[in-house]
């Protein structure tokens, strides 16, 4: 599985960008993907999951209720949809996905990793 996030950029503080994920190869064996993200000078930190063949998401509290995650089945493409953001969002978002999840929220459990897309929001 090859994935491709892109949709990134600069935007001011309570603006708005949507991230895209874009899967190929052989994307049958996916069941969950998720939205990773890593500060300059952080750890990489889990953003939001969403289950591939049903509607299941999760999100770190400290997105909820500003960002939506959501998948584009036919298009094999997860969208991450972020409101309200604040200088605390900027960070590099991976896409990441697995075929056997074993904890939602740990980068480890996830097998095939996008190439990450900056955004970057200004005060």
Request: charged letters at 10%; a positive charge; proline letters at 2%.
């Amino acid at each position: 599985v090859q994935l491709q996030a892109s949709g990134g950029g600069l935007v001011q503080a309570g603006g708005s960008l949507r991230l895209s994920c874009g899967a190929s190869g052989v994307t049958s064996s996916v069941r969950f993907m998720a939205w990773f993200r890593q500060a300059p000078g952080k750890e990489r930190e889990f953003v939001s999951a969403v289950s591939w063949s049903g509607g299941t998401t999760y999100y770190v509290d400290s997105v909820r209720g500003r960002f939506t995650v959501s998948k584009e089945y036919a298009k094999n493409t997860m969208y991450l949809q972020m409101n309200s953001l604040t200088p605390e969002d900027t960070a590099v978002y991976y896409c990441a996905a697995t075929a056997a999840l074993t904890n939602w929220g740990v980068g480890s459990s996830y097998g095939y990793w996008g190439q990450g897309t900056l955004v970057t929001v200004s005060s």
